[in-house]
């Protein structure tokens, strides 16, 4: 597991076991709460940089990467609803987050604040 000197994902990090990939625990539910765009009129998920996010007891800012990576660990990662929509991976070049809910991409992250 990485340490806090060699991660530059911007994801809290803690060493407990019970903890998962950068300290984010896995059986505890993480929500985007805003987006950042580049630039910052676009409207397309490819265009989101990074992610602010929250949990139970904390709260950060992660690249797209960092954030991509994460799900691809198998964390679940949601956007709030009604109801909640479930973050995904597309995988374009890079890949980016999209929500999905029903079967169907959503844009429940477009919708979200922008910071």
């Not at 987006?35 to 800012?61: A, F």
């Amino acid at each position: 597991m990485a340490n806090d000197a060699d991660c530059q994902c911007g994801l809290i990090y803690s060493s407990p076991p019970s903890q998962g990939h950068h300290g984010l625990r896995v059986d505890m539910s993480t929500y985007i709460t805003h987006v950042r765009l580049s630039p910052p009129n676009s409207n397309d998920h490819q265009h989101i940089t990074h992610v602010r996010w929250q949990q139970t007891s904390k709260s950060g800012e992660s690249t797209k990467a960092a954030m991509v990576a994460f799900i691809q660990e198998g964390n679940t990662v949601w956007v709030a609803g009604p109801p909640d929509a479930q973050v995904g991976v597309v995988n374009g070049n890079p890949p980016y987050l999209r929500t999905h809910a029903d079967g169907q991409w959503t844009n429940n992250l477009l919708s979200l604040p922008r910071f």
